[in-house]
């Protein structure tokens, strides 16, 4: 797994040069958005230790499986007291629901969609903010799409 820190509060995790996660500090220790492929667990928190601090909370921009592949892994690891979060939305893909709404692009889904035994914790709408991150709306890659803007630094995590 590469290990890129952009500043002193983001890090990219990087795996086969094209699957990302990263690691937001914060005052508590870090906000893992993106949890990458099945097999990155062991990774992510070899990088959080490396960078000196614990995965706090698990943020998922959206719920293809490059994104929330290794959230069950995760989630076993660190406990029930990591906060999950995610969209309304997409957390419907997370428990196995691929039905679209009315007002949708009414086409096939495209991308994988893993079922997930985690539940998330958090349901992010519009303007909400997790650590020092806020939910900026990006529907398209899927329904529920989320970027995270860091004002801090002014970067965007598009996912």
Request: proline share 6%; glycine share 10%.
């Amino acid at each position: 797994m590469n290990f890129t820190a952009h500043d002193t509060n983001l890090i990219q995790l990087s795996r086969f040069g094209f699957v990302n996660s990263y690691l937001v500090r914060e005052d508590d220790g870090f906000t893992l958005v993106d949890t990458m492929t099945p097999g990155s667990a062991k990774g992510v928190l070899n990088a959080a230790l490396r960078a000196g601090a614990p995965v706090r909370r698990i943020l998922l921009t959206h719920a293809h499986g490059d994104h929330v592949g290794s959230l069950d892994a995760l989630h076993e690891r660190l406990g029930p007291e990591v906060e999950i979060a995610i969209t309304e939305r997409d957390a419907r893909f997370l428990a196995g629901d691929k039905s679209l709404d009315p007002g949708e692009p009414q086409s096939k889904l495209r991308g994988s969609y893993p079922k997930c035994s985690t539940r998330p914790a958090r349901r992010l709408g519009l303007e909400d903010r997790i650590g020092s991150l806020e939910v900026v709306a990006s529907p398209g890659h899927t329904p529920g799409h989320i970027s995270l803007w860091d004002p801090r630094a002014g970067t965007l995590i598009a996912g």
